[in-house]
């Protein structure tokens, strides 16, 4: 129903308008003028509003515009987004519940980085007055299973969801939570996502620094080939184009992310997939697992085979600072933060609610050089 309906229908002679000439942003002004027609009663409760490219034509301002007044008004619970519907007004009391932020993981493994985050995130959300619900996204490969418990959740009216997962999953996820009508953000380590409906950011970790670090110190200890074992195109930390641009051969070992239900599943695949690779020939110079639980599975693989690093081959492991598995200078490191990781999430999803722009965030993983490349 447009504005000018109910505004014939309950006898309304206001216009809806906004005065340039008044201080303000102009989504400022959208945001006001809709705050006082609800509360005047022309919008009541379960009205529909108009869509925004009819908003911003009677209006005049444009359709970005119209976008970020209803980004703000749904994070203050004034209004929501129906699948299929469009936006609609909350009753008074629906409005002033706690609002409610998704924090949905990928990591339905239950892994250290992702608890971490997650609590951190929560914790800084709820000194800003959110109320944050973690979404453990199911283990069945089928994309009904996988995906109920953010169905359900949804049904809940979240302001805001957060999708931390990546590769082939992450657009699945993202395509549901566009349905919705609900502005949410990503994040990636790889390749930006495509990101339909309401994406109002993505977060990318910064890894240049520490992949630059890695491949400088390949370079300076003559390495000449490098296996890098990950996840194939759900890996959050490549650094094989890095490596090839110096002139180092890579080969690459992938674990299908989606076959592990998980994270013995994943220590298993990366440990039985290293020992056919050794078995099957000269090791390279270099072995790069991407993932902390990978590299778990590498270096039982390794000792299985009576194969030690560093004196056999060159070992970098991804790691979280704080999980533990990784101690001491044994492996060369490549490490990333989750407990700023959350903080900063935390941060950016507030700078989001209070002035409309998704914040900034630059935690960059770390390079720590361990006895693979001591003489370098």
Do not use: W
């Not at 705050?35 to 444009?62: F, Q």
């Amino acid at each position: 129903m447009s504005i000018s309906t109910l505004r014939h229908k309950r006898q309304s002679t206001s216009h809806l308008c906004i005065d340039r000439t008044e201080p303000g942003t102009l989504t400022g002004k959208v945001v006001r003028e809709l705050n006082d027609r609800i509360a005047g009663g022309i919008l009541r409760a379960g009205d529909r509003l108009p869509s925004r490219s009819a908003l911003a034509k009677e209006l005049g301002v444009s359709e970005f515009v119209v976008r970020r007044a209803f980004a703000e008004l749904v994070a203050d619970r004034v209004i929501v987004g129906r699948r299929r519907i469009g936006h609609v007004v909350l009753d008074a009391s629906a409005a002033r519940r706690e609002r409610l932020v998704l924090d949905v993981s990928t990591e339905n493994f239950g892994s250290f980085a992702s608890r971490v985050s997650t609590a951190e995130c929560s914790r800084g959300l709820l000194k800003r007055g959110y109320r944050v619900m973690p979404v453990i996204l199911g283990v069945d490969s089928r994309e009904t299973v996988y995906l109920a418990p953010l169905a359900e959740a949804l049904q809940r009216s979240p302001c805001f969801v957060f999708v931390r997962t990546c590769g082939s999953r992450q657009s699945l996820v993202c395509r549901m939570v566009a349905d919705a009508g609900v502005p949410y953000a990503t994040i990636t380590l790889g390749t930006a996502p495509r990101t339909p409906g309401r994406c109002v950011g993505t977060i990318r970790l910064e890894k240049g620094d520490a992949i630059r670090a890695l491949v400088r110190d390949c370079v300076k200890s003559s390495v000449r080939s490098v296996l890098q074992v990950d996840f194939g195109k759900d890996t959050y930390v490549d650094a094989s184009s890095s490596f090839r641009l110096d002139n180092i051969f890579v080969e690459r070992l992938s674990i299908p992310l989606m076959r592990c239900r998980n994270l013995d599943d994943v220590v298993e695949a990366a440990c039985e997939a290293m020992r056919q690779r050794i078995a099957a020939g000269a090791m390279p110079d270099v072995i790069f697992a991407a993932d902390d639980y990978l590299s778990l599975g590498v270096i039982a693989a390794l000792r299985r085979s009576q194969v030690q690093p560093p004196r056999d081959v060159g070992l970098v492991a991804y790691a979280n600072c704080g999980s533990g598995l990784f101690v001491g200078d044994e492996f060369t490191r490549i490490e990333h933060d989750p407990f700023l990781d959350g903080r900063e999430i935390a941060r950016c999803i507030a700078d989001y609610f209070e002035s409309g722009n998704f914040g900034h965030y630059d935690n960059r993983l770390a390079y720590r050089r361990g006895k693979s490349f001591a003489a370098s």
